[in-house]
């Protein structure tokens, strides 16, 4: 049977049915799983049977979950975890060693600069950011200890955009791993995986879940890498629940058609915000204004749920505009079916660094909106009421 278009893969894709033949895939809400007997147990410890063996390891409803996520996404291999910086931290943890060093993107998710700054410096592990306008730097930033290359594309919260094949070039010429936040993206607007990266990690409490209810994470692609993903990950716990993978797989189903309007209603609020007085800038990845348009419209098939733009007056301009809101929710999160607006200056990015806020593109008056799913038209009237009263 040929491949079938992606809609299908995330609905058909399921545990394989009980002896009760149900429709909709069941919860398993298990710690462990019996044996026949003790070859049985033998075998499948020694890993000569595939099958569940505990739940930290893996669990139907996980596996599922994965399965979807592996189609999606073109990958050979993946395993799930209880949040997105749980797949980040071990998907890291498991490629790196002490002396090791990381090339990355200097416009990383602030929990992620975090762990390169604060923490794999007690374990003598390196970062070199590269600028986002700066790419052509990538190479000189190489040294003999490099591992990978680490980016988001579309970056949080700048909404900047890399070119996937120009890395992959890169790491190809040089003999290093590209891992790539797809989080922003989905599955289903862009597949990394397609212009080369090895590695592919998603926040799944975002666009994934889409309705803020669960926390996972995920990392998908080399069969030989995950793997190694795997059995660091059976010793150190950090696997997702069988709950919130039952949730996450039912969530998949509705992920294109969800993502779809997301994207239509992202699109016109940065359109409407381009002529705004009180607007200084606007970044949206299929706005032909984005400086990265053509890479964005090559790799991605529609521009995404997040719009950035900056407010006039600084940080007191973003701090009045938040408070001037009215309906859409001030949140840390994204990807939800409710508008979220976010102020990352005095939030998520008030602990970092001047430079590295600069080097992301973090002004002091930006604001990264999430677009959800309710009318447009309300969503633009809740923003330019919010704006009118900025002096």
């Given at each position: 049977?040929?491949?079938?278009?992606?809609?299908?893969?995330?609905?058909?894709?399921?545990?394989?049915?009980?002896?009760?033949?149900?429709?909709?895939?069941?919860?398993?809400?298990?710690?462990?799983?019996?044996?026949?007997?003790?070859?049985?147990?033998?075998?499948?410890?020694?890993?000569?049977?595939?099958?569940?063996?505990?739940?930290?390891?893996?669990?139907?409803?996980?596996?599922?979950?994965?399965?979807?996520?592996?189609?999606?996404?073109?990958?050979?291999?993946?395993?799930?975890?209880?949040?997105?910086?749980?797949?980040?931290?071990?998907?890291?943890?498991?490629?790196?060693?002490?002396?090791?060093?990381?090339?990355?993107?200097?416009?990383?998710?602030?929990?992620?600069?975090?762990?390169?700054?604060?923490?794999?410096?007690?374990?003598?592990?390196?970062?070199?950011?590269?600028?986002?306008?700066?790419?052509?730097?990538?190479?000189?930033?190489?040294?003999?200890?490099?591992?990978?290359?680490?980016?988001?594309?579309?970056?949080?919260?700048?909404?900047?955009?890399?070119?996937?094949?120009?890395?992959?070039?890169?790491?190809?010429?040089?003999?290093?791993?590209?891992?790539?936040?797809?989080?922003?993206?989905?599955?289903?607007?862009?597949?990394?995986?397609?212009?080369?990266?090895?590695?592919?990690?998603?926040?799944?409490?975002?666009?994934?879940?889409?309705?803020?209810?669960?926390?996972?994470?995920?990392?998908?692609?080399?069969?030989?890498?995950?793997?190694?993903?795997?059995?660091?990950?059976?010793?150190?716990?950090?696997?997702?629940?069988a709950f919130n993978a039952w949730v996450l797989s039912k969530s998949l189903e509705t992920l294109a058609v969800r993502v779809d309007r997301h994207c239509e209603n992202a699109l016109k609020l940065a359109e409407y915000l381009e002529s705004h007085p009180k607007v200084k800038w606007v970044k949206y990845p299929f706005l032909k204004?984005?400086?990265?348009?053509?890479?964005?419209?090559?790799?991605?098939?529609?521009?995404?749920?997040?719009?950035?733009?900056?407010?006039?007056?600084?940080?007191?301009?973003?701090?009045?505009?938040?408070?001037?809101?009215?309906?859409?929710?001030?949140?840390?999160?994204?990807?939800?079916?409710?508008?979220?607006?976010?102020?990352?200056?005095?939030?998520?990015?008030?602990?970092?660094?001047?430079?590295?806020?600069?080097?992301?593109?973090?002004?002091?008056?930006?604001?990264?909106?999430?677009?959800?799913?309710?009318?447009?038209?309300?969503?633009?009237?809740?923003?330019?009421?919010?704006?009118?009263?900025?002096?």
């Open positions: 049977m040929s491949k079938k278009q992606f809609e299908t893969e995330a609905i058909r894709t399921q545990s394989e049915t009980t002896q009760f033949s149900e429709h909709s895939v069941p919860l398993y809400l298990t710690s462990g799983f019996v044996f026949d007997d003790a070859e049985e147990m033998r075998a499948s410890f020694a890993e000569e049977k595939q099958r569940d063996l505990y739940s930290r390891y893996s669990n139907p409803n996980v596996n599922e979950f994965v399965d979807k996520v592996c189609l999606m996404e073109g990958a050979e291999a993946g395993f799930a975890f209880a949040s997105g910086m749980a797949a980040v931290f071990s998907t890291f943890a498991t490629l790196l060693d002490a002396g090791d060093h990381v090339v990355s993107c200097s416009s990383v998710f602030g929990a992620t600069h975090g762990l390169f700054t604060k923490y794999f410096p007690k374990w003598n592990i390196e970062c070199s950011y590269f600028n986002i306008d700066e790419v052509e730097t990538i190479e000189n930033l190489i040294q003999p200890n490099t591992k990978f290359i680490y980016a988001e594309t579309p970056t949080n919260p700048g909404v900047d955009v890399l070119d996937l094949e120009f890395l992959s070039t890169i790491c190809k010429k040089h003999g290093l791993l590209l891992v790539i936040d797809n989080c922003f993206a989905t599955p289903y607007l862009q597949n990394p995986i397609k212009f080369g990266a090895d590695l592919v990690i998603h926040s799944a409490t975002k666009l994934m879940d889409g309705q803020g209810r669960v926390l996972g994470g995920i990392t998908v692609g080399k069969k030989e890498l995950i793997r190694e993903i795997y059995l660091f990950s059976r010793l150190t716990g950090p696997s997702m629940s204004s984005h400086p990265k348009h053509d890479i964005a419209k090559k790799q991605m098939r529609l521009g995404g749920s997040i719009v950035a733009f900056e407010v006039k007056g600084g940080l007191e301009g973003g701090r009045a505009f938040f408070d001037a809101i009215k309906m859409c929710s001030l949140s840390a999160n994204l990807g939800d079916t409710r508008t979220i607006v976010t102020h990352p200056a005095s939030t998520t990015h008030a602990k970092v660094e001047a430079d590295v806020k600069a080097a992301a593109g973090i002004t002091d008056g930006m604001v990264r909106c999430s677009l959800g799913l309710e009318h447009i038209d309300d969503i633009i009237s809740d923003i330019e009421q919010a704006l009118k009263k900025l002096s």
